[in-house]
Every structure is written in C-alpha cells, then in structure tokens.
C-alpha cells in the first residue's frame, strides 16, 4: 500500500521500525493492536491502557504509521488502524513475531 500517508512496502527501512517499535508508548501500542486485529484509535488508547493526551497518542500513531507499522483507513468519523503484518513481514522476516513475543520483563 503507497499513499501520501503510508510508505510503500519497498520503503520500509530497518532503522525506522526499530527506532519506532523502541519507544515504550508505541511498542504497548503494537502489542496491544496485535491483540484486537484493527481498532478504532479511541478503542486502541483505552485498550492499551495508555495515560497519555489524545495528542501525544496522535503522535505516536503518527510515528508508527509513519515508519510503516501501522496503516490507517477512514471509515466514517473513526480511524481504524491495523498492523501491517504482510509489509513488515515481507522486508524483515520474523521481526514483528519477535517482537511481540518477548516477554515483557525483557523489554
């Protein structure tokens, strides 16, 4: 998927998904979309029990949409946003199961 706001698949760079998936904020936010499939962003923030501003959870969103992890679609008033497992999984094999995989004491 390419847009103005999704980077290609052959764009997705290492560097970026890591620097993105580092951040604590942004790594409970994949986990938890790892778990509900797709969700809206609002359902996303109160699932992943994040204490954050909308604002600051936009950033984040923002970052991981950006780097290539996440793709978001408008469906009516609501975002929905969803992994990009194929992508990721397509350029860096394995990564994105590491990642959610790890425990949790080991992040």
């Known amino acids: 998927m390419s847009d ?34 797709e969700s809206p962003c609002v359902e996303l923030h109160h699932t992943a029990g ?10 984040h969103q923002k ?4 780097a290539g992890i996440l793709r978001e679609r408008v469906h009516g008033a609501q975002r929905i946003i969803s992994l990009r497992t194929e992508d990721l999984d397509a350029c ?11 425990p949790e004491d080991l992040v």
């Open 4 to 37: 103005d706001r999704h980077p290609a698949t052959e764009d997705l760079r290492l560097r970026k998904v890591l620097a993105a998936l580092a951040d604590p904020v942004r790594l409970t936010m994949v986990r938890a979309l790892a778990a509900l499939d």
């Open 50 to 59: 994040l204490t954050i501003s909308q604002p600051t959870f936009s950033h």
């Open 63 to 66: 970052v991981l949409r950006e």
């Open 92 to 102: 860096f094999p394995g990564l994105l199961k590491a990642v959610l995989a790890t």
